[in-house]
């Protein structure tokens, strides 16, 4: 029974690192010039309106900027790129049964005689809930006035009391997601 709890014990800690990361898409205009883009400048219009805390925003918009700088970029009043950011959180629920049960046994032969009857089993569901949570990070062509390439980091949520830990984890999105930029245009051979 012992080695059934430590299995569970092992199995659920295995899920709760494996969700610890952050996934990342990005997603781009093939036909836009990336090496033109030199300067950029956030797009308050539309950060107003994100529904985050305003220390949230201020720790996501400094980790995009220490990256836009660490790719060579400077902040401009007059940008090629507008930095735009949005987010969006649901409820992720988790279930996991565990419904064994060890057989009948209806004949079995023991001392002074045969007995019939059950066998012996346990189940039991484990339900957990935790909040996904979705860093949208929108890089639009000033000049155009489009959109020229979006990153996208998807990873589990938690509410720190710990402030460090709460920048630490926005800050993983954020360099998770800009490793994505600029991106890598392949070239097609014919």
Known sequence: MKNIYALASLILLMVVVSCSSVSVYSDYDKATDFTGFKTYAFYKK?????????????????????????????????????VNIFTKSREKIDIYNNNSYYGWYPWYYGYGGYYGGGGYGFGYSNVSSSTE?????DLIDARKKELAWQGIGVG????YKNVDKKEAKINEF?????TQYPPQIEVSSN
């Open 133 to 137: 949570g979705t860093l949208f990070i």
């Open 156 to 159: 589990i949520l938690s509410y």
């Open 174 to 178: 954020v360099t998770n997601i800009m």
């Open 46 to 82: 539309g950060i107003d309106k994100v529904e985050i805390s305003d220390l949230d925003k201020k720790r996501i918009l400094r980790a995009i900027e220490r990256e836009l700088k660490a790719k060579g970029m400077v902040a401009s009043d007059n940008p090629d790129l507008l």
